[in-house]
């Protein structure tokens, strides 16, 4: 049975088991998950353990096995205009659906006002981080980093993907026996976290049922009544992200049947459903890109490090519809202008807001005050942190989706065939 698999029955038993520890309110069952929740939390540790010798491994080897500094900009110029391009079709869905829909007007002022005050302490404290996010500037500047140690310590990927790009162009140009004896050093590094990934990955199966049924057992079906419309519209925007611009990108700009693309990646989406973070997937995503698609160590080491940092097209459609729904509730008209300037600023704010904890939070309060709703901001927050956390799995699935297909689109345009791994190469596709 193929890992994938596994990690997929670990996941619906997780649901299962979690939504009768719900509804019955069996406090012994919620218990129990508590109690085996630590192996979720340690599955994410040691991914994320070799998220840092991984970056800086094989962007190392990608960057200066290119030979050709017009090449690396050229693959950087064309994967820029593609995130933000994804990014501004995934808002304009969700602006879209939320005006046809209308989920704000679906749900009455007592529940608004129940919903604001459970959850008003922890929507201040969102935003008085977000008050605290960098100027434009300050994101710049923080995007070369002082000391590269600590920025790999401290797990800012920007700061070190900038480093790491920088350095291996520098060594494109340093004599070639020098330069191999580093890449072998980093070939080296690479290959064994390879491996680690290997040996994590077995645990993915238990850590994603653990996982999941802590977070279903807890999430109040009442709740999720309340603002069933908001999230049902946020998740069929993200499916019809998914399943239509990527099919479409794939199908008609990468030449591979859809069906055989999501098969061949639905790996790193179900780990990035259950640990809500690109960052803790981006190892399984870098190697099923490189072993189940056949992308190049150059394109994919490229790519979706900087993917993981600020592709953010699930995360955007969401800031989209909770921009509409908070306005809607309290009844502020959006004018096309005002529509126009949120794709504009969740746009460009998926990048501005790169590498800062609580991004999510910061992208919208970066929109709802770019449309007048700064005032609202609180209670608006208030109104959907309730939900946020399942929301929050399901667009992390879509930005990991969504840098697997960019990473295809450019290794397709840089010539690529795309031919995976065949079974029996000593690091195919894992079966265990």
Do not use: C
């Amino acid at each position: 049975m193929q890992l994938y698999t596994k990690i997929l029955i670990g996941l619906v038993l997780g649901v299962v088991v979690g939504l009768v520890a719900n509804v019955l309110a069996l406090t012994w069952l919620q218990s129990a998950l508590a109690f085996i929740e630590p192996v979720g939390t340690a599955f994410i540790r040691l991914i994320t353990m070799v998220v840092v010798p991984l970056v800086a491994a094989s962007l190392l080897i990608g960057t200066a096995s290119l030979g050709d500094l017009r090449k690396l900009g050229r693959i950087g110029g064309k994967t820029v205009v593609y995130y933000l391009s994804t990014t501004a079709v995934a808002v304009t869905i969700g602006i879209v659906l939320s005006n046809v829909v209308q989920p704000g007007g679906r749900i009455d002022a007592a529940t608004r006002d129940t919903l604001s005050a459970a959850f008003a302490e922890e929507a201040g404290q969102r935003v008085a981080l977000a008050a605290e996010k960098p100027s434009i500037q300050e994101t710049l500047l923080g995007m070369i980093p002082t000391n590269p140690i600590q920025a790999a310590a401290n797990m800012e990927l920007l700061p070190l993907i900038v480093f790491t790009i920088l350095f291996g162009a520098a060594l494109t140009l340093v004599a070639e026996e020098r330069r191999r004896a580093v890449l072998t050093f980093a070939e080296g590094v690479n290959d064994a976290v390879m491996v680690l990934i290997d040996w994590i990955m077995k645990l993915a199966p238990y850590a994603v049922f653990a996982l999941i049924a802590t977070v279903v057992s807890q999430f109040g079906l009442d709740l999720l009544r309340s603002l069933l419309v908001y999230t049902l519209t946020v998740t069929a925007g993200l499916l019809l992200h998914a399943l239509g611009t990527f099919s479409f990108i794939i199908r008609f700009l990468v030449k591979m049947n859809p069906v055989t693309f999501f098969r061949r990646v639905a790996e790193a989406p179900l780990v990035a459903f259950s640990t809500s973070s690109s960052n803790a997937t981006l190892p399984v995503t870098m190697e099923t890109a490189e072993e189940n698609l056949g992308i190049s160590r150059e394109v994919s080491s490229f790519v979706l490090p900087l993917g993981a940092t600020i592709n953010m097209d699930g995360t955007a459609l969401y800031q989209a519809v909770a921009t509409m729904f908070i306005a809607q509730i309290y009844g502020i008209p959006l004018d096309i202008g005002a529509q126009l300037t949120i794709v504009l600023t969740a746009t460009l704010a998926s990048i501005g807001a790169a590498g800062v904890p609580s991004a999510g939070i910061i992208i919208l309060v970066l929109v709802l005050q770019s449309v007048g709703l700064g005032t609202q901001a609180a209670a608006g927050i208030a109104l959907i942190l309730g939900v946020d956390r399942i929301l929050d799995m399901l667009r992390t699935a879509v930005n990991v989706t969504g840098d697997l297909t960019a990473a295809s689109f450019i290794a397709r345009t840089e010539g690529e065939a795309l031919v995976p791994r065949p079974m029996d190469h000593p690091v195919a596709m894992r079966k265990v």
